[in-house]
């Protein structure tokens, strides 16, 4: 099978990464937290999880490049000594051949600039930071992406139940795809056995759950509400972080995930959609942006040529484009 090798090093590295999040989500103190330069939040988890998978990669693809969100620029400053220290010892407690040089470097290897030739993977060490130090969903997400087109996809999604039907049931899943070989989900404590997933067959947008994220500066919640009731349902978008919501429509937990721009200069970035992508595509669903064009994963680092997300299972598609691209109006 096409992709065979790189499917089972992406499932392990996530898997991985996967761990380091959760033991840091579980106990997580103030020194282990940071603000970049642009406000966001980062965590020991989020340079952790990026070490850990991108050295992992490094080791199996040496020639393949990436694109990760997080570098290490504050990490090297001597006010985030502890910070710093507190990455490592996470990183040694799953990888204990790492050690300070090696987390930097393996960080640094996610400084592609992307782009329309040759391979490269594309990684969001903990996408939802929000999310996740409000104790809530966020996903490892990891895709590989060739001459500008999405191959291979794997989100590793630590507080997401396995049963879609039962909230109570294990937290923890792994969903992943390969281009053209369907979409599959496994427990993470159990990655090797997987089942097949696809999204719902609802045809009426009135009957349609939708998602969207749980940030009003994610995206516009007033405008999400305005389309679900120009389609016929007063049920608002239940509200959750990450691209656990691709995970969601991905297994029929939801019909539609509504991404809505809220400040018109924003550029999506590649590592925040491409895992989340490839799963959907290959569960069954179909993608566009807000205008209803194709998403171009080859143009860079960002997704320039797009602006929001509209991601459905395929009966709905037509109908809840129009009615985003209506809302615009
Ligand atoms: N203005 C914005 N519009 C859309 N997405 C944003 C915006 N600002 C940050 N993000 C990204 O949204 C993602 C989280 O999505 P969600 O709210 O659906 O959980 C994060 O990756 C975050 O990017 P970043 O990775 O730079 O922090
Ligand atoms: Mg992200
Ligand atoms: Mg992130
Ligand atoms: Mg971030």
Avoid at 88 to 117: C, F, N, T
Wanted: hydrophobic fraction near 40%.
């Amino acid at each position: 099978m096409p992709f065979e090798q790189e499917l089972q090093v992406a499932k392990e590295a996530v898997r991985k990464a996967s761990l380091l999040c959760s033991a840091a989500q579980a106990g997580l103190v103030d020194s282990e937290k940071h603000d970049k330069a642009d406000k966001s939040p980062v965590t020991v988890a989020d340079y952790g999880a990026q070490a850990l998978v991108l050295s992992t990669l490094a080791a199996a693809f040496p020639n393949d490049p990436a694109v990760g969100e997080e570098d290490s620029s504050d990490l090297r400053k001597e006010e985030n000594a502890e910070l710093f220290s507190r990455v490592v010892e996470y990183a040694q407690k799953v990888d204990g051949s790492l050690d300070a040089e090696s987390v930097l470097a393996a960080i640094d290897r996610g400084k592609h600039a992307g782009g329309s030739q040759g391979r490269f993977w594309t990684l969001d060490p903990i996408d939802g930071t929000k999310g996740f130090l409000r104790g809530q969903q966020y996903a490892v997400a990891l895709a590989l992406i060739e001459n500008g087109e999405v191959v291979l996809g794997v989100l590793g999604c630590p507080n997401l139940p396995v049963d879609p039907a039962n909230a109570n049931s294990e937290k923890g899943s792994l969903l992943f795809a390969v281009k053209g070989q369907g979409a599959f989900q496994a427990p993470l404590s159990e990655i090797d056995s997987a089942t097949k997933i696809s999204v719902d067959q609802i045809d009426d947008p009135a009957k349609a759950v939708f998602c969207e994220s749980v940030e009003s500066g994610h995206t516009a919640h007033g405008r999400s509400a305005a389309i679900t009731n120009a389609l016929g349902t007063s049920v608002e978008p239940f509200r959750m972080d990450s691209q656990c919501k691709y995970a969601a429509v991905s297994r029929g937990q939801a019909s539609v995930y509504l991404r809505l721009p809220t400040r018109p200069g924003y550029e999506e970035k590649i590592w925040d959609h491409a895992a989340g992508y490839i799963v959907l595509q290959e569960a069954g669903g179909r993608i566009a942006d807000t205008f209803g064009n194709p998403l171009d994963f080859s143009l860079g680092r960002t997704l320039k040529n797009n602006k929001g997300i509209v991601a459905t299972s395929p009966a709905v598609f037509e109908s809840v484009v129009k009615a985003v691209v209506d809302s615009a109006e």
